[in-house]
């Protein structure tokens, strides 16, 4: 799901940047905030971060003791793409094993969907393998899926989500 | 002694959208339909086109693969079509995630409205199938009508 979030954040603005006043400093704020924000990537609250929308305020600057920064607190509105679970969502194939598929749904290229929640569906070996149910209804790569979310994970080093989904429930599986 | 990874790796979670239990900031959160987020990107694009040539090959692949998405996932592609759908949903008492939900998915009945938005039904709101099947034609009216 995308959310348009609003969040606090700190930005530091280093001592030899601070000969510039009001508006060339209020630009200096807002650059510096875009490039810490897409540098982030992603929390594990917020989900991954995609575009800043609006700079709400700046607040007072607080000089730093120790390195003679000015931090100035902003609070800005911005959208971010986090998913939840049980939610229903649809995505695309991008490998098929044995085992089952893997997809991607946004900015998330770990979404696995295990054969076990894959009722019905049957493993097909090839140069492009596939999973096909009784009803001729085929997963393969490039392929829309309807999946529910059964789990996330937040993976702190790389700054990313993986997540575990199943088309257990109506309606869900490949989208025509 | 083993533990079994997979599911028991991940979050134990409280946390169920299919039953709305997604937390209170995102209950109150503003939520995004893809086709308002396309919009959204799309203009970021043109302001870094103005920019430079080169801007777009410098934006981060979050950016790039959520553009991508909502492009192709997006199910009203003009402004003045969103408006209305967001308008339309808002007049149901829907909450934001179901709102978002339903404005993605465009389901054709009542039946697929209710498997991909379990709260619909679950919560006694005077969501009967014939109302949601009224909202779910308004939506049609709008995408068929869409320039």
């Not at chain 1, 709400?56 to 679970?85: A, C, H, M, N, Y």
């Not at chain 2, 209710?114 to 009967?128: E, M, Q, S, W, Y």
């Amino acid at each position: 799901m995308f959310l348009k979030v609003q969040l606090p954040w700190n930005v530091i603005i280093p001592a030899d940047s601070l000969d510039s006043e009001g508006l060339m400093l209020q630009r200096q704020i807002v650059i510096r905030l875009l490039n810490e924000f897409a540098v982030k990537k992603a929390t594990k609250d917020h989900g991954y971060f995609l575009a800043v929308t609006t700079l709400e305020s700046i607040g007072e600057g607080r000089v730093r003791q120790q390195t003679g920064d000015v931090l100035f607190p902003v609070v800005f509105s911005g959208i971010t793409f986090k998913i939840f679970t049980g939610e229903i969502l649809e995505g695309v194939v991008v490998k098929v094993l044995k085992h089952g598929v893997f997809l991607k749904c946004g900015p998330i290229n770990n979404l696995y969907l295990s054969n076990l929640k894959m009722p019905d569906y049957n493993y097909f070996p090839g140069e492009n393998p596939f999973f096909m149910n009784d009803k001729m209804s085929k997963i393969e790569k490039d392929v829309t899926i309807r999946f529910i979310v059964i789990g996330t994970k937040w993976m702190e080093a790389e700054r990313e989500v993986q997540a575990l989904v199943s088309l257990d429930g109506d309606y869900l599986g490949p989208v025509p | 002694m083993s533990q079994t990874i997979g599911a028991n790796a991940f979050r134990e979670e409280e946390e169920n959208a299919a039953e709305l239990k997604i937390g209170d900031e995102f209950l109150k959160a503003k939520c995004l339909m893809n086709c308002e987020v396309a919009i959204l990107l799309e203009h970021r694009c043109e302001q870094l086109r103005h920019v430079s040539e080169d801007a777009m090959n410098q934006v981060p692949q979050v950016f790039e693969k959520s553009l991508q998405y909502v492009k192709r996932f997006s199910r009203f592609s003009n402004q003045e079509a969103v408006k209305q759908v967001r308008e339309v949903l808002s007049r149901y008492g829907l909450t934001e995630f179901e709102l978002s939900v339903l404005g993605n998915f465009c389901p054709e009945n009542a039946a697929e409205a209710i498997a991909a938005v379990p709260t619909l039904k679950t919560k006694g709101r005077g969501l009967d199938e014939e109302t949601i099947q009224k909202l779910l034609d308004e939506l049609a009216m709008i995408k068929k009508f869409q320039l």
